[in-house]
């Protein structure tokens, strides 16, 4: 009999135990307790309709061998409610173009080989030299540091412009990446069918031989944004206000899954299935992680001016809505994208002191008037702040958060 109730006792306190741990556990589910300290945060999470707000965060766990273990949380994540995603396409060219330089095994044939872009249309810009390069020339690699430093628009163009959209979207497809679509060059305004044209390419040797050219190119193929993505009330065209949403049918569409899945693709290939991976050397691999985590003013070639491009100018997490030094134990790998309102980011956040590291991608409509080309949006007083709380408020989740096996973090300590 006193068995029995020292078994009773010894069951009712496992189930206590096991309660209050799931109570504690309760209290750390993400975007519903703690969120009093962030007042921008809160007020997108209870309005997610008209912030049209997107979240996925990643929870990452390491097993004995160092591996990753990953817990999704998604906040009103939908693949086919269809936001801009400005510059967050330029990660996936700047990545398949680093493919596209590996299969065509030139001898010769590198990230700094120069790259000479012709012009046999009205609606394309030739470029024979690059002031910001080293050596004056533009390359594959050079255009891809512009890409994740500052965001380049014109880099990224001329990547799209080396590969056409035909590979470009072919690759994604084989990937498994099938909620995006990219058919346009960004910030440069051509037709739909001008951006199928796509520009002769040579590349030469230092001593100007040639190694490889392509001509001009056309893709028959027409990529339709899926769904009649419409936004807006109102956009203006040249100086007219037209009235009703801007259609956006023949511009780029990246989900949101999508685009953590690619991040997620750069820093842990393994957790993919081979043909779901970037095929890229583990050097053009780090290269790629490198400069996805440099800040402008770390860069010599190309180099930039601190005032304009501060350290949080790319980095919306934590840091993006002030213009302080990041401090150095905290490495942000990311892509960002801010138009039309929309803000954008897709993260591997690392701080190296405290074994911290968490996936986490976002987006945001900041657009009070829903007039599109007005050049009023609320990036400031809204979109920066909130990316800037959530980046802090999973953070200090991360801080809290107990774990069995500390990250090695020595394969991404890059010499900047």
Not at 358 to 367: C, D, E, I, Q, W
């Amino acid at each position: 009999m006193k068995l029995f109730s020292k078994n009773r006792l010894i069951l009712g306190f496992s189930v206590l135990l096991m309660w209050i741990s799931s109570c504690q556990e309760k209290a750390q589910v993400p975007f519903q307790d703690g969120l009093e300290q962030f007042p921008v945060l809160k007020k997108v999470l209870s309005e997610p309709e008209k912030y049209q707000v997107q979240i996925i965060y990643t929870r990452i766990d390491r097993n004995e061998h160092g591996n990753p273990l990953f817990t999704d949380f998604y906040f009103r994540l939908d693949d086919e409610h269809y936001f801009y995603p400005a510059s967050t396409v330029k990660l996936p060219i700047a990545l398949l173009a680093l493919e596209w330089l590996e299969e065509q095994g030139i001898e010769g044939l590198d990230l700094d080989t120069p790259m000479r872009i012709d012009s046999v249309r009205p609606s394309q810009i030739p470029a024979y030299v690059d002031k910001s390069a080293e050596n004056g020339l533009p390359s594959i690699g050079h255009y891809i540091k512009k890409i994740l430093l500052v965001s380049d628009n014109d880099a990224s163009n001329r990547l799209y412009e080396l590969m056409g959209m035909d590979y470009i979207n072919r690759k994604l497809r084989e990937k498994g990446l099938n909620h995006t679509v990219i058919t346009q060059r960004l910030s440069f305004p051509i037709s739909p069918e001008e951006n199928r044209y796509f520009n002769p390419v040579r590349f030469v040797d230092k001593s100007g031989k040639s190694l490889l050219e392509l001509p001009g190119r056309h893709s028959d193929s027409v990529y339709v944004v899926p769904g009649l993505p419409k936004i807006g009330k109102a956009y203006y065209s040249g100086d007219s206000l037209v009235d009703g949403p801007m259609d956006f049918s023949f511009k780029n569409k990246f989900a949101l899954s999508d685009l953590h899945g690619v991040v997620k693709r750069i820093v842990f290939p393994s957790a993919f299935f081979e043909s779901e991976q970037f095929h890229i050397s583990e050097d053009h691999r780090n290269f790629v992680l490198k400069h996805m985590s440099m800040l402008p003013r770390e860069s010599k070639f190309p180099s930039y001016d601190s005032e304009e491009y501060y350290d949080g100018y790319s980095k919306f997490f934590k840091f993006g809505a002030g213009k302080d030094s990041i401090p150095s134990n905290f490495r942000i790998f990311n892509k960002t994208g801010w138009s039309y309102g929309y803000l954008i980011d897709g993260t591997y956040f690392v701080d190296f002191e405290n074994k911290v590291e968490f996936l986490v991608s976002a987006v945001v409509y900041a657009n009070e008037d829903e007039i599109l080309n007005d050049d009023k949006y609320e990036y400031q007083e809204l979109g920066l702040p909130f990316f800037a709380e959530l980046g802090e408020y999973l953070y200090q989740i991360e801080l809290r958060r107990k774990k069995q096996i500390d990250p090695d973090f020595s394969s991404l300590k890059f010499s900047y």
